[in-house]
């Protein structure tokens, strides 16, 4: 049973016991009026939601789809798209370890900021960084 349906039941209810006109009486009328809209509200909002989330999914589905069609993107201007392809890039740190020989993979936050450790052996990393403007003076 909804509920729409509930509400109807009850005011039903309501309606076999014959209320009186007495102030409870007429509370409890008005109450179970107000139960009905408001399940017709939430019935209404129930479908409006199921209505968004399928749209949700269609986006979803076009957002992850495995489809190769770039060719359905049209760039206006090329040149534009390409200026900061490379500005925001995190620049990658290639290190190997020297009890084990792994290869350790670092952003440069990680090899600036932290001590560096091997994913195998465990063992920490020293790194040592040098200015190469530094050489050239």
């Known amino acids: 049973m909804n509920l729409t349906e509930k509400a109807a039941y009850l005011k039903g209810l309501a309606d076999g016991l014959g209320l009186a006109d007495s102030s409870q009486d007429k509370v409890l009328k008005v109450v179970i009026d107000m139960l009905g809209d408001l399940s017709e509200a939430v019935e209404g909002l129930d479908g409006e939601m199921e209505a968004v989330c399928e749209e949700l999914d269609e986006i979803e589905e076009d957002l992850y789809s ?34 084990c020989g792994a290869t350790v993979v670092v952003d440069e936050d990680t090899l600036f900021n932290q001590q560096v450790y091997c994913g195998q052996c465990h063992e920490p990393i020293s790194v040592e960084v040098v200015d190469e403007d530094a050489d050239e003076e």
């Open 66 to 99: 495995d489809d190769d069609d770039d060719d359905d993107f049209e760039y206006e201007d090329d040149e534009d798209e390409d200026e900061g392809e490379y500005e925001d890039a995190e620049v990658e740190y290639e290190l190997t370890c020297p009890k």
